[in-house]
């Protein structure tokens, strides 16, 4: 399981209880997931180095939002792994990849501008507030 990072979702009372799951659970039991959606100003959150810190890995991948001008955006953002999969098992071949602190992870990819962070969130409070007053 990832915990993907997102805006408002790491912060405050969420931000609480997903540092109390990295501190309750071990780092083989899930990876945090830092996202192409995140502005590239401002600092790193500070739940990652926490993560990082407790022996936690962070896989960065991109999550485009559900509006059209997002359709060309899946993939701008991930991490690679050297080596082959076990295709018998590649599921669980990969978990262990990611779990072996020995296996590098090279990422690749660019956070969000400031500029169309502000845009995509001012538009997912618009669609949010849609959906709510037509329901």
Do not use: Y
């Not at 962070?58 to 939002?65: E, K, M, T």
């Not at 501008?113 to 507030?129: C, E, G, S």
């Amino acid at each position: 399981a990832v915990v993907p990072w997102g805006f408002g979702k790491w912060f405050g009372s969420r931000a609480k209880i997903l540092r109390q799951l990295l501190d309750d659970f071990g780092p083989d039991s899930f990876f945090l997931g830092d996202n192409a959606n995140r502005p590239a100003i401002g600092p790193r959150p500070r739940l990652f180095a926490h993560a990082e810190a407790h022996g936690f890995r962070v896989l960065p991948g991109s999550d485009p939002l559900p509006f059209p001008a997002e359709c060309r955006r899946a993939g701008r953002a991930g991490f690679a792994l050297s080596g082959d999969l076990d295709l018998n098992r590649p599921a669980q071949d990969l978990k262990q990849k990611l779990i072996d602190r020995n296996n590098s992870i090279r990422t690749f990819g660019e956070l969000e501008t400031p500029v169309r962070f502000l845009a995509n969130q001012l538009n997912m409070q618009r669609a949010k507030h849609s959906t709510t007053t037509t329901s």
